[in-house]
């Protein structure tokens, strides 16, 4: 029996059992944005970017990026090599001072003489002690500690991790690294001059592979590689001070005591400078710290520097065509921690989940917009907000009995599509019974639902509506704040019929310049424009249309709006405007009210604003069709647009059972 061998590592991809993206969550934020004018795509990028409730944005992550580029820069100071070359001169010179004070002889007194007369600048006094002959076999082990110290420092600048590496190391090891260089500035010569072979990158790696813990597999990944490094360490030189960076220029021609690693040194900058140009060679950081960074350490932290900063240029996503894809999740883990990956992760999967979950779609001029889906989704969630304010509204009664309309009849009817009345469980379970005998079954064995064998109960009917929502759509909403609160109310209306009372008729009407019947996602879209005019005449005349058309129902007109009409419909079509309201405006206005009057259409105003004007206007209005003006406030503007609707089609309470509670207009300011 064969068995299967496992492997166990630790998970990549965050917490296994944290929760999936909430798309519903963004959604809501999204349509938040695009009501207010906002593209979809831009709306998304926005979610993205201040993150959700339960979501870390990209401005957070962005955030801890420049936190820790600016902990890096107050932490450090770039003198670190001069330091310690410093401190084992002073100690080397200190020692031989010691067994010089020991000998007697004349030869020891010139040697104190020029000891005493060293230059105070350490690259000079290296210098100038290169041929001195130690008499403290410890001094002497200090000061070619310099010489090994250098060494290993400029190395690391170039290849990370060799001044540990080379630690103790022997002349063979130095040897070895030399021929290293030599042969590695072959190759890249042999590169620019586009002469290099495949065999000959092979070669290189095959000898010197060790060197290159990164495993580049090509000569342009070791290039790559090599010259992200050296400009770093360059931007390293650059952000010295002109002294710091004489005195190491100084100090480098004596590591290992070999001239010549410095030229190849400097070869191989000039090869990758040459190589890859587009990098950041003239760069520079200002280091206000304390803690000393040496060469190679130095380097390596102007790489973290400029890999920060690559990361905040991926998480501002502001670039053309930039997508979550583009974050390097593995660099984000390395530099801030693997939650911050983690919180990445999960964004790109919700901008991935909001793409290919249908909730965006492209429009027929290319650009991003909400899919109907989408504008369900986010109108059930207005709905919420809407339940769950009116049933925290003083007098609310919670009615937790589900249904459809209207009271049960007793009988009950096959169940057809569309339908929302409830199951009538003990015929539907009886219909499967003898279905399942009729066709040879045995009912003892178990009974398997058909959707042939659903019965609904039957209830008394309900009486229709037809529901005109006129909407001020004039600049002053937009203007004042308004425009949001208007749009969330329609697309709550509309989804509360939708999905509660689809035998009612509603009319989406924006009235601006002129008025226009408009589809919940054309109302949800629309852009606050600049146009003088509000034109409630004409919405009235599409009101009396839309009422006409349903004779049976009963019409609701709510009106929605925040000024006295300045604008109406001539006879020959054209918009006629004037400010202060014209009397022949207002006049047009009025007739077009009275014929709705004469339909029976129990009318509402919504008056936002406190416009004394406006007010005296809404008040005559209502009072010639004994309609209501409500002034909500703008945060309960869709409460009272909800509760006007319930309550004039009769209070059946289907909606409020389904949504927290029946209530009545008791909580807003009412002039009747």
Same mark, same amino acid.
């Given at each position: ?319 053309? #065509? ?286 936002? #604003? ?63």
């Amino acid at each position: 029996m064969s068995r299967r061998d496992s492997r166990y590592g630790r998970y990549a991809g965050g917490d296994p059992l944290a929760p999936p993206v909430d798309i519903a969550e963004a959604l809501e934020a999204i349509g938040e944005d695009v009501m207010a004018g906002y593209s979809p795509e831009h709306a998304m990028r926005e979610v993205l970017r201040r993150g959700t409730e339960s979501r870390t944005g990209l401005d957070d992550l962005a955030r801890r990026v420049a936190q820790r580029r600016r902990s890096l820069l107050e932490q450090h100071d770039l003198d670190g090599t001069l330091r310690e070359v410093r401190e084992l001169l002073d100690r080397a010179v200190l020692e031989e001072r010691k067994q010089l004070a020991r000998d007697l002889d004349d030869d020891a007194r010139f040697a104190e003489m020029r000891i005493e007369n060293l230059p105070s600048s350490p690259a000079a006094a290296v210098s100038e002690l290169s041929d001195y002959s130690w008499r403290s076999a410890q001094a002497r082990e200090d000061f070619e500690r310099i010489k090994d110290l250098l060494g290993r420092e400029l190395l690391d600048q170039r290849f990370a991790g060799m001044k540990e590496a080379l630690e103790n190391a022997t002349e063979a090891d130095r040897e070895a690294v030399a021929e290293m260089v030599r042969d590695l500035n072959e190759l890249l010569a042999a590169h620019r001059r586009g002469e290099d072979t495949e065999e000959q990158f092979r070669d290189f790696m095959d000898k010197h592979g060790d060197f290159f813990p990164e495993n580049p597999q090509s000569v342009d990944e070791l290039i790559d590689t090599l010259a992200a490094r050296s400009a770093a360490a360059q931007r390293m030189l650059n952000s010295m001070t002109p002294e710091q960076r004489d005195e190491l220029m100084a100090l480098s021609a004596q590591a290992f005591g070999s001239p010549e690693l410095q030229d190849a040194l400097g070869q191989l900058d000039a090869n990758l400078q040459a190589l890859r140009p587009g990098e950041d060679w003239t760069g520079s950081e200002r280091f206000d710290g304390e803690q000393g960074l040496g060469l190679g350490d130095g380097t390596g932290v102007l790489q973290e520097l400029a890999d920060l900063d690559s990361l905040g240029e991926q998480l501002s996503q502001s670039y053309p #065509g930039a997508r979550m894809s583009d974050i390097d999740l593995d660099k984000l883990g390395e530099l801030l921690g693997e939650d911050a990956a983690v919180d990445a992760r999960a964004l790109a999967e919700l901008e991935r989940a909001l793409r290919e979950s249908g909730s965006l779609k492209r429009g027929t001029d290319g650009g991003l917009r909400l899919s109907p889906k989408a504008i369900r989704q986010l109108g059930r969630s207005l709905l919420r907000d809407v339940a769950n304010r009116m049933s925290g509204r003083q007098g609310a009664r919670d009615l937790r009995r589900a249904g459809a309309a209207g009271e049960l009849s007793g009988g009950s009817r096959e169940w057809a599509f569309g339908d929302t009345e409830p199951w009538d469980v003990t015929k539907t379970v009886t219909n499967a019974v003898l279905r399942t005998t009729a066709e040879g079954g045995d009912p003892r064995t178990g009974v398997r639902l058909d959707i042939r064998d659903v019965e609904v109960s039957e209830t008394e009917a309900r009486t229709q509506a037809a529901v005109a929502l006129l909407v001020d759509t004039s600049f002053s909403m937009a203007m004042d704040g308004r425009w949001v609160p208007m749009k969330r109310t329609a697309l709550a209306l509309h989804t509360l019929i939708q999905s509660r009372f689809r035998g009612d008729h509603l009319q989406l009407v924006g009235f601006g310049p002129y008025a226009e019947v408009m589809d919940i996602d054309q109302l949800t879209a629309l852009d606050a424009k600049w146009d003088k005019g509000t034109n409630l005449h004409h919405a009235l005349l599409l009101a009396h249309r839309h009422f006409r058309k349903h004779p049976s129902a009963q019409p609701v007109l709510l009106v929605v709006t925040d000024g006295e009409p300045t604008s109406h419909l001539e006879p020959d079509g054209e918009v006629f405007f004037t400010y202060p309201p014209s009397p022949r405006t207002v006049a047009h206005t009025v007739r077009a009210l009275d014929d709705v009057g004469r339909l029976g259409a129990q009318t509402t105003f919504f008056r936002l #604003g406190e416009d004394p004007g406006l007010a005296r206007f809404i008040e005559q209005m209502a009072r010639r069709v004994d309609g209501r003006v409500v002034a909500p406030e703008l945060e309960d503007l869709g409460v009272a647009v909800v509760d006007s609707y319930l309550g004039a089609r009769g209070g059946t309470g289907s909606a409020y059972e389904s949504y927290g509670g029946w209530f009545g207009s008791r909580g807003f300011w009412v002039d009747e």
